[in-house]
């Protein structure tokens, strides 16, 4: 029970650690498009960019794939611009169809995302034979914060939609200008070449 307490943290932290805001940055940028009673499919946009996340954890820890990480970390931060930049282009139209590229988007990107966290998760576990357990456990952790992080994008948006009449365009167009605007940076003090 302490090792699951463990890695479920970790993956908790993982993502709640907001001196590692991009991943906040890119969960930001998948939900705005969707709205508070689109709850089922948040989740599934949350579920799948774990599934993502945790393929390429789970074949970088067993020394399946090895990709430089310079090259990822760089790619983190496009994911994140390309997401908000889909939202910015698409903040007119029906929300539908770009609620589904999102979901799209949720599992490619979460490949990306967990080849940047794979080093860090071989260190953790080491030279164990059993490195499933300790993934799921994670996976878990980084589940339950990003659960916890959309929600709190649902409700903001929520309040300021119903109480404040921000329209749902303006919101994200707002909410993915400022992510890119961060993006871009990141992007910038990532280069590799």
């Not at 599934?44 to 067993?62: K, N, Q, R």
Request: contains cysteine; aromatic residues 16%; positive net charge.
């Amino acid at each position: 029970m302490n090792e699951f307490i463990l890695y479920f943290k970790m993956g908790l932290n993982h993502v709640l650690d907001f001196s590692a805001y991009d991943h906040i940055l890119f969960l930001i940028v998948l939900a705005v498009v969707f709205s508070f009673n689109q709850w089922r499919k948040v989740f599934w946009l949350v579920t799948l960019f774990t599934i993502g996340h945790s393929v390429t954890l789970a074949l970088s820890a067993y020394g399946i794939i090895k990709i430089k990480m310079e090259l990822i970390e760089f790619l983190i931060p496009v994911t994140i611009f390309i997401t908000g930049v889909f939202n910015v282009f698409t903040a007119k139209k029906s929300s539908s169809g770009k609620e589904n590229t999102n979901l799209v988007f949720a599992v490619f990107f979460g490949l990306i995302h967990g080849l940047g966290f794979s080093n860090y998760f071989k260190m953790m576990v080491g030279k164990e034979e059993d490195k499933l357990m300790p993934l799921l456990e994670f996976a878990l952790g980084i589940e339950a914060a990003q659960i916890i992080i959309v929600l709190g994008i649902l409700i903001i948006g929520t309040i300021l939609q119903n109480f404040f009449r921000v329209t749902k365009r303006d919101w994200i167009l707002v909410c993915s200008s400022i992510v890119i605007g961060f993006a871009i940076q990141m992007m910038l003090s990532r280069v590799f070449w």
